[in-house]
Every structure is written in C-alpha cells, then in structure tokens.
C-alpha cells in the first residue's frame, strides 16, 4: 500500500514489526518519503509476513527485488521469543547443570516469579505455577562454591560435572544451560564446565550465566540463562531464514534486530533473551524520537494493535528501564524498556458473563486467524472491529485502502446473536456498549499508569498509534486531561517506524558487589559531605572488583561494536549505576559521569549521582545515608549512530481542510446516527483543521473524531487532536 512515492533507485531503508495479527513495514527513501504496508501474521512461518508486508509497501512483489537491492538498512522487530515463551513451543528437551544445593532455586519460586499479582499470590497454595522450562530431573547440582566476594572456597569437582553431562544426554538434552552462585564476580567454574561439555560432545550448545546476565540475584539469572536458550534455537532459525532471503533477492547488508533494552542490533550477534518485547519497544522508541523533535518533556504512548494494549512512559530522562521484567509468568533478569501491557485492541471479543449475564469485553483475542468475524474466516463470537465496522466508524470497503473487504452483515449477525438479543438490547447500543467498554479498560490502564507513579497527566502528550490506535484514541483519553493527544502519520506502523530511529546499542551489565558502609553526611541536607570522601571509604577488595568489572564491560562492548562494524570514535559509552542506601531492598538507576574510581573526585561524583537521583524519586528527607551505600549493578551502554533518513516538512497550507473531504455517512455517536464528513488524511496538509465529528481515513488506519474533539495537522503531517 503506497502512501508517498518513493524511487527503487534511491537509497532506502527498511523496518518491519511482527504482532500477533498484523506484521507491520515502513520503508523510508533518504529524503524522508514513507511508504507503509500491512500483512496479515503467518504464525507458522515467520518469514513470510516478514516479507509479505515489504511487498505490501512497495505495491506489488515484482518490485520487491529492486527494493530489496537499493535498500541501506533492514531492521526487524518480533514477538517470536515472547511467544516461544507463552505458548511453550521452545526447544523441548533442556538440561540445567547448577551450585549442588541449589537445584530447587527456580522451582520454589515467589509469587512474582509464578507471574500472581499482589492478591493472587496471598493465596499461592490454591495457585498453579508455570510450565517449567527445564523438567527438575534435567537439572543437575554439582559441588562448588564461589562466595560473595568472588574467591573460590569450594574447587569445582570436574568428576561429577561429566557423571551431570552423560545423565542428560542420555536423556537426549539438546543443550545445557549452566548457573552457578556468584559466578558473575568469578565465572572460571562456568567457564570450565562448557570446555568439558566442549570436549566431551562439541556440538551441543551451552548457555552460561555470567556471560547471558552476569548480575546478582540468581534466581532470574538463571532462568534467563534457560530461556535464552530455550527460545535461541527457534530465533535463530527465523534469522537465518530472512537473511537467506534477502540474500536472495540481492540485499547486501546485515539484518538489524531490535532489542528489548532499546536499539538495534545485527542478527548474527544479537542474544535471544534480548529480544523478548522487541516488537513493542520500537513504539517505545518511536515516541522518544519524536519527543525530541517536538521538545517534549513527558511523553506517553498509547498501541492499540489487534490483541494487546501498549502504554509507554518517557519522562524528562526517557524511558525507564525494568530491572527484572515479566515474560510469560517467568520473571527473568534481562532489562527491558518498561511497557504496560494489557489484552486489549481490535481483535479482542465481546461476549456476556455467564454468571452476572453483563456484558464483558476481553482479555481474550480473536488473533490472526480466525480474527474478528466480518474478516470471513471462520470468527464466531463478536469483536471491537466488528463494533466499529457496525457503527459504521471502520468502511468495510476501504480496510487496508479496500485490499481487504470486510463483511458488514457478518458483524452485525455476530453482535445480534451473541450479545444484543440476549441482552434485550438494540443492536447500535450492543456494538457501542463494546466499543465504551474497551475504551474505559484502556483509558483506566492510562490513568493507573500515571497515578501509580504520581504523574500530572496534564504534563504529558499522549502519542496514539497502532492500527486500531486512531479509531478509540479519543474514547480512551476522554476526561484524562492531557495536554495534548498526537496521531502520528504512520500510526498504523508506527513500532515499525521507531525501530527506523534507533541506533545500534549493546548494553552490557555486571554486579560488583561494592560496598560502602560508611558515608559522612551534613544532617541539615542529608547529603554526604563531598570534602569528607575519601577513596578508602569503599574497601580495597570492593574498588578493585568495581574497577575490574567496568574494564571487562567496556570490553565486550566495545568487542560488539567493532562485530558491528564500527571503529573508535565512530561510537559512544554511558555508564549507569544501580545502587540502595544499606538496608533497603530495592536499588534506583542514575547515570554517573565517571567510568571507574581512581580518586576521591570520581567517587563523589559517582555518590553525588546516586543521591541526586534518589532525591529526585523519592525525596530529600527519605535519603539514608547512614547505612551506606550498596553499588548493586554497573551498566556500560555502548551506542553507534545508524544513518537515518531526514524528515519531509511540509508548506503551509492554510486551515481550510475541505479539499480532502471524501464524501460523508452516516456514523454512531453517543446513541444515534449523525452524517459525519469523511476526510482523506493523505489530502490533509499543514495547518488544515477539521471540527468533529469527523472520520479520517488513511490506507491503514481509521482516525475518529467525535464532535467534541478537533484536530489540525503540522509540518510533519501529524495529527494533533484537541478538545
């Protein structure tokens, strides 16, 4: 589906976004011209929606070639880890080889590890746990012991390391993952483990922890260390796949993958764990991007996709990132880019609670296939698209700019028989009732975002996109006063588009274990007082492991920059801390200024970084200064700048939006049909407005203005939607 002209002759660049109904694709000309396309998500074969939806952009698959071969870069973000996960489909037979006393550690579990909530996990004993990913007879204790400082007071016992690998391979494991106490601060046990696995059968694969996730807390350490191999055979072979492709049909580069922890990465170097949510990090990504176009301080951003509802924050130092994110209901050790999800969107089904007989909508989806019921596909019970369809909001003529015609009569029989009827309710009031529900339980997801956190909604601009992201925007902002809504032009694609923003990133993590049980503090400000810090206030053993960690992760980032292709100076490293007061159980993220502690100075500016940040959280009169500080976690975060191409600003051109009106039909509004004009976003230019009600209507996606909403366009040709 063309939406600007773009020249096969000139340079391109590729993005595509797999969902679980949907795989989306942007392909951006160096000089700023977009083309968008959709397909429909093939489950089984990955690889080709992937290429479906590039065909789909460019109009047609014999121009896919030509494409393909002036393309500059191909990024791809995916569910496929993610999904792996949920649906349980990984490499079935894993062997798990750990510390001997600790086979039970990621079996026993929290409630938060089994994915319960706060009130569920009160009640844990009539609760299930997860479908483990490595049976408990596969795992395997073996002796050794490493202690919290990093020296070795049990030798590993080699003997019984190969009794462990011969027991799971006769079990025919198809590899190892190994995790060991402490091995992030001495990882010579794991490290030996794998040259024995090596020696004894070299093509089974192992996965170790200190090298997957080398940080504290080894419960999720190693359960991220079984995922990624769990999911790493499958990944990989969807990778190859595409790349085989593209080889092909004449590409020359490397295929780019997005990542979990924001930015991209080339697929032969990128670790399977880092993928899981890469999909909806490019929204993510996206919304920072034009955050800083626009000069946003607080931006929030709102996918409504066929099955799930995502919501993003970004504050005045971006995005947050999750310490230990949820996948599944495994909670796993692998920073993310924080993202509230929910079962929400427009392939999420309606039907009538059996024991309160009211109507309910979701969490439940009705996917890819069969999808919603006016698809034809088989889909019995009703969803929000067919809602829309019946409210006449959606023109089933014109989904996907008419390549797909949805079938009215379908939708309407559905909700008449599944819902209106046995309700006693008109059949408008039904499909309406569908579409105010879903829109309340997303907007809800708004409001307990902000609110949890403390956050003013009226500092905040709510980004909407997703291809059902238009349509209920404005049901689902109703009465949350933000400052302003923004629907941008490629909305429809638009996790797509962010991954065309990133850069590439490597992001790389270690615990120190640095300690520093005695900070002298002013007791007016509650602050450590800078000219009292001396260097010997962090012990000689912690200072050591703290510098030679930082040393190490420097390595491996700057090893994948240049496995990227990058040289010196062609890309840059930030350095994190994740760091607590002694006694508290959480730590807090700031950026600090200095790489290692070679002085008293880099230590005051580590500590003043640390305490500027708590400060900014949590408040002055809640420092603790007095139990020292715990250095928990150190990140170096490599970033090489990826060519990107510019923007198209577009003349002004006046406020009178008239020229772009279709034509109009009658829509549902608020209990009864009004004639609403009907817009095509494509005519609209810079400046033009358009007072509701209004439909807007582009190739993908469907914008609906009702009549209490506005909406003028800017430079960008994004819609700016106020009251």
């Known amino acids: 589906m063309v939406t600007e002209k773009v020249e096969s002759g000139t340079e391109n660049f590729i993005y595509t976004d797999t969902g679980g109904t949907f795989t989306d694709c942007v392909i951006v000309s160096r000089d700023g011209n977009v083309r968008t396309g959709k397909a429909s998500t093939t489950p089984e074969k990955l690889e080709d929606c992937f290429f479906q939806s590039i065909s789909a952009a460019v109009g047609d698959t014999a121009s896919l070639e030509k494409i393909l ?3 500059r870069v191909i990024g791809y973000g995916t569910t496929q880890g993610t999904n792996v996960i949920v649906t349980g489909t990984g490499a079935p037979n894993l062997g798990f080889i750990t510390t001997k006393g600790q086979e039970d550690r990621t079996y026993i579990m929290r409630f938060r590890n089994a994915g319960l909530d706060r009130v569920t996990g009160m009640h844990i004993i009539s609760t299930d746990k997860p479908r483990f990913l490595i049976p408990r007879p596969r795992t395997k204790g073996v002796q050794e012991r490493v202690n ?6 049990v030798p590993l016992k080699e003997q019984e390391v190969r009794i462990a690998v011969k027991q799971l391979v006769k079990e025919e494991v198809e590899g190892i993952a190994v995790g060991f106490l402490w091995s992030f601060l001495n990882p010579k046990h794991e490290l030996r483990v794998r040259e024995i696995i090596n020696e004894m059968y070299p093509r089974l694969p192992v996965a170790l922890s200190h090298e997957v996730n080398p940080v504290v807390r080894e419960e999720p350490r190693f359960r991220t260390t079984q995922i990624d191999l769990y999911i790493g055979k499958a990944l990989r072979e969807l990778l190859g796949k595409i790349e085989k492709g593209l080889r092909e049909r004449g590409y020359k580069y490397p295929l780019l993958v997005s990542q979990a922890a924001g930015g991209v990465s080339r697929a032969e170097v990128v670790k399977p764990a880092n993928t899981l949510h890469s999909g909806p990090v490019g929204g993510l990504t996206g919304v920072e991007f034009w955050k800083k176009v626009y000069g946003l301080e607080y931006a929030m951003g709102s996918d409504v996709g066929g099955t799930s509802f995502d919501v ?11 310490r230990e994110p949820k996948v599944g209901r495994f909670e796993i050790s692998n920073p993310m880019m924080e993202i509230i999800t929910i079962g929400a969107g427009g392939g999420t089904i309606a039907y009538i609670d059996e024991i ?6 979701g969490p439940g989806s009705a996917g890819a296939v069969p999808g919603p019921v006016c698809y034809g596909k088989g889909g019995a019970m009703p969803t929000v698209t067919d809602a829309d369809v019946v409210l006449n909001r959606i023109d089933p003529n014109y989904f996907l700019g008419g390549r797909i015609t949805l079938d009215r009569d379908l939708a309407v029989r559905a909700i008449e028989e599944k819902i209106a009827k046995p309700l006693n309710m008109d059949l408008y009031q039904a499909a309406e009732g569908i579409v105010n529900i879903i829109d309340a339980t997303m907007g809800g997801t708004l409001s307990t975002t902000l609110s949890s956190r403390g956050l003013d909604p009226t500092k905040f601009t709510l980004f909407a996109f997703g291809g059902a992201g238009p349509a209920h925007c404005a049901g689902y902002s109703q009465g949350k006063h933000f400052k302003e809504i923004i629907v941008p032009k490629v909305a429809a694609v638009f996790s797509a588009f962010g991954a065309s923003t990133a850069d590439v990133r490597h992001r790389h993590e270690g615990s120190p274990f640095a300690l520093i049980p005695s900070v002298p503090f002013d007791v007016v400000t509650l602050k450590f007082k800078k000219e009292e810090i001396k260097l010997e206030a962090i012990s000689a053993e912690g200072l050591q492991r703290y510098n030679t960690m930082v040393q190490a992760l420097e390595k491996a980032a700057k090893a994948d920059m240049f496995a990227e292709g990058f040289k010196d100076g062609e890309y840059s490293l930030r350095y994190e801390i994740l760091a607590r007061y002694g006694g508290q159980l959480w730590e807090i993220r700031a950026e600090v200024p200095v790489s290692k502690i070679e002085t008293a100075e880099d230590l005051q500016k ?5 305490e500027d940040e708590y400060e ?6 809640a420092m603790a200064p007095r139990g020292g500080i715990e250095i928990v976690t150190i990140v170096v975060e490599a970033i090489g700048p990826v060519t990107k191409p510019d923007l198209v600003k577009a003349a002004y051109d006046g406020k009178d939006g008239q020229k772009a009106k279709k034509g109009s039909r009658d829509v549902y509004f608020g209990g009864r049909f009004i004639n609403t004009p009907v817009y095509a976003w494509d005519l609209l230019g810079n400046g033009n407005e358009v007072n509701g009600p209004a439909i807007v209507e582009r190739l993908d996606t469907t914008l609906v203005v009702p009549s209490d909403r ?11 939607m106020s009251p």
Do not use: M, P, W
């Open 69 to 71: 071969q002036t393309s």
């Open 148 to 153: 919290c400082f990093g020296k070795i007071i």
């Open 312 to 322: 993003t924050l970004s504050g005045k130092r971006g995005a947050e990132f999750l």
């Open 356 to 361: 309160t007989r009211t109507l309910r909508v």
């Open 606 to 610: 580590i500590l003043g970084a640390y």
């Open 616 to 621: 900014k959280i949590y408040a002055r009169e």
């Open 710 to 720: 506005k909406i003028h366009l800017d430079e960008y040709l994004n819609i700016h």
